[in-house]
């Protein structure tokens, strides 16, 4: 019986998505795409933690077209409210917590660069209020639930398999080998989360390093200890490892011009 299923399985259509990208998915597949000045520019990116729920179970876009979904919903509504601020080309991205990094809270956390600032325990009825004060004040002061990131130094994977299953097959991986070096190295400041899609998916893995803000594309396991060393180091992208030279993608405070301008003044040789 279990023959004859499996048999039967195999006979059933791909769909366009599988026929796409169900044998070009993980690190081996060719990496033909140019880099340079693969990042949108933004004046302020803000993620927001999606608590308790997986990258696998989010929708395909974190926008207005996901009529129904909370998440969909409440990401929209906070680049709303970036904008309502005078925020210059908000950018929001969801990012990935899970129940084994949460405190006792009922709220989601809220990180806003380059203001460098994170916003604990922000409920759906204080969340504009909260995102308003951070981007309209010229100093947030600092209290049990709004913390100023001064050597906190984040790793965000596009982890995004429901958008592009070159991001769901690659960016685990990648979250994986990162926290198992960090754990290795014993590094408290570093974190590292999945996030949403961030454009470029071609690109998986996508590494975005914060506060830096510098974008990596084409990012494997074999990069790891290199992107560890260069988030740790808290270090300007001048002084990037040689390796990552030329996967960089882009910043996202420099326009395309200036990030293909700084792209070959990287990988000159």
Known sequence: MLARCSSRLKLLPKTPFQRRYSDAVDFSRPKTKDLRATVTPAGVHIFVSMRNRFNN???YDFGPKEVGDKDAELVVSVKKTAEACGAERPMVTAYEETSRWWPEYEGRDIIIYPHNIMLKNVTDSDMQQRITQVLQDKETKEDDLTKTLKGEKYIFVCTHGNRDARCGHCGPALVYNLQEEINKRGIEDVYVRGCSHVG????AGNVLMYPQ????GYVSP???KSVIDHSSSGKAKEEMPEDLKSL???????????????YATLNQK
């Open 200 to 203: 470029g998916h071609a690109y």
């Open 57 to 59: 179970a989010w929708p």
């Open 213 to 216: 803000m510098d974008w990596f």
């Open 248 to 262: 960089w993608r882009g910043n996202i405070h420099l326009n395309k011009d200036e990030q293909k301008e700084f």
């Open 222 to 224: 074999e990069h790891v």
